[in-house]
């Protein structure tokens, strides 16, 4: 197997470590630290599943919201759990990389920055985030107030006046020398002028400032009262911490979940998924025979109504047949059978790119309420078989690249991917070509898997390992 990653991809933020709390069979798990590829390894029924689909819900692309009622450890939920949103559930910690330094630089100025920040999730869905080291906002010295200050005392020093009013200048500006520097000791005292004190200072310079004044000290007052205004505005700010939260929790990435029970029957049924979606939308295989239709661009429901024959539906009822009715018909399936044929060229396009054992084409079809999945190869070429008597190698990467590609967005969003025991139907030697994959994958996404085979560990990177 070989993946080719997007060209030009920059992986999304990195994801240093995680945690999962008051999850079913966990208390607390303790941060667990991962790479690009992580794998949990361990024996059956030791919770490396319980931690993937913790993690998995933290973000999902599609939503899937925690439930108290039957994730909450049981033994604990009646005598404890109250309120949801006083239990946290998960918490995941990133690496903040330069675009999102540079944007928090954007929001406001800081004495320091984060390098990493950790997001909790609570069972209510609410979000806290929290920065490390602490984010730090910029301080307002004292030194502008006490310049401006400067500047009016020396404005005043050069003031001259006629003989005849030499004496009532004098003491005018002995008094408001006097006044400056009472002001500048307050200021000197000052840690910051977005203090409260400090911003009673400012609001009292700009407003004693302002006062009226003889014309010739009157510019002077104005520029001071101006100079704290300014100050008094930068002062007012509000804090950047909730701007800051934003911008972390956008470039979150998503975490897609796949499981071996999320492998594709290529039959549906179309009804019976219609009903299916609505009863068990969660249902791995249900998801992902879902994604099959988000990637055609149609519901399920959609492909089984423009597959309903309304012309024998018609007759039967005793209704008339016109010409319009047949148009319109025509014009449904028609509509059917062009989503189906672009969507079947645009995956077989996109396998191609990630699967290299051998060249496949993929058709979607369509045949009243079944729908079916035919594939051909380079080896038989026009020779269609079923999904299902393909490998099941083949059947697990085709259903995980469909998922990864819907969910994804098409790669449009940065994505997480969690594989849970991936690669059970493979011989060995396959499963090490699957280790191989993982890597090339990981170039694009961080990637965490659980596996109880020898196999599927990569010898070389025994430091990827959690037990």
């Not at 950790?118 to 602490?134: A, C, I, M, Q, W």
């Not at 975490?255 to 009863?279: C, K, M, T």
């Not at 051998?358 to 269609?384: C, L, M, N, T």
Request: with cysteine; net charge neutral; aromatic share 10%.
């Amino acid at each position: 197997m070989s993946v080719i990653p997007r060209r030009g991809t920059v992986p999304g933020l990195r994801v240093t470590q995680f945690r999962v709390l008051n999850y079913r069979n966990i208390d607390d798990s303790g941060w667990i630290p991962i790479e690009r590829v992580t794998a949990l390894v361990g024996r059956n029924e030791s919770g490396k599943t319980t931690l993937l689909k913790a993690l998995h819900k933290f973000n999902p692309a599609i939503p899937e919201p925690y439930q108290p009622q039957r994730e909450f450890p049981r033994d604990r939920f009646a005598r404890e759990f109250k309120d949801a949103k006083d239990w946290p559930v998960c918490q995941v910690e990133f690496e903040i990389d330069d675009a999102l330094r540079a944007r928090f630089l954007q929001a406001g100025r800081y004495d320091q920055l984060p390098t990493h920040f950790s997001v909790t999730r609570y069972y209510d869905g609410h979000l806290t985030v929290e920065f490390s080291p602490e984010v730090i906002e910029a301080a307002i010295p004292p030194e502008p107030l006490l310049h401006a200050l400067g500047q009016f005392t020396a404005g005043l020093a050069n003031i001259q006046a006629p003989s005849a009013e030499a004496h009532e200048l004098a003491a005018a500006r002995t008094r408001l020398m006097e006044w400056a520097a009472q002001i500048a000791s307050e200021a000197r005292a000052l840690a910051s002028l977005k203090s409260r004190e400090g911003i009673a200072l400012l609001a009292r310079v700009a407003e004693e400032a302002s006062r009226p004044s003889a014309p010739p000290a009157g510019r002077f007052h104005e520029q001071l009262a101006a100079a704290a205004r300014a100050l008094l505005d930068r002062a007012y700010q509000p804090p950047t911490l909730p701007r800051l939260w934003e911008l972390a929790i956008a470039r979150m990435p998503v975490f897609i979940y796949f499981e071996q029970y999320g492998i594709l029957n290529s039959a549906v049924y179309l009804p019976h998924l219609v009903d299916q979606l609505q009863r068990e939308p969660t249902n791995p295989r249900v998801r992902t025979a879902n994604a099959i239709f988000k990637h055609v661009g149609l519901t399920a429901h959609d492909i089984l109504e423009l597959g309903r024959d309304g012309v024998e539906e018609r007759r039967r009822s005793g209704e008339p047949v016109t010409d319009r009715v047949i148009e319109e018909e025509m014009a449904k399936r028609e509509l059917r059978q062009v989503k189906l044929n672009a969507a079947s060229l645009d995956i077989t396009t996109k396998f191609a790119a990630r699967w290299h054992q051998r060249r496949h084409q993929i058709r979607y079809h369509a045949d009243g309420s079944y729908f079916r999945i035919w594939i051909a190869d380079d080896r038989r070429p026009g020779v269609e078989i079923e999904l299902e008597s393909r490998s099941k190698g083949f059947q697990w990467f085709f259903s995980f690249n469909l998922v990864f590609l819907v969910e994804s967005a098409e790669g449009h969003k940065d994505a997480v991917l969690l594989l849970d025991e991936p690669g059970l139907d493979l011989h060995p030697t396959a499963q090490q070509e699957l280790v191989a994959f993982f890597e090339e994958l990981a170039r694009s996404h961080q990637l965490l898997y659980t596996t109880h085979s020898p196999f599927l560990i990569d010898g070389q990177h025994l430091e990827r390992i959690r037990p």
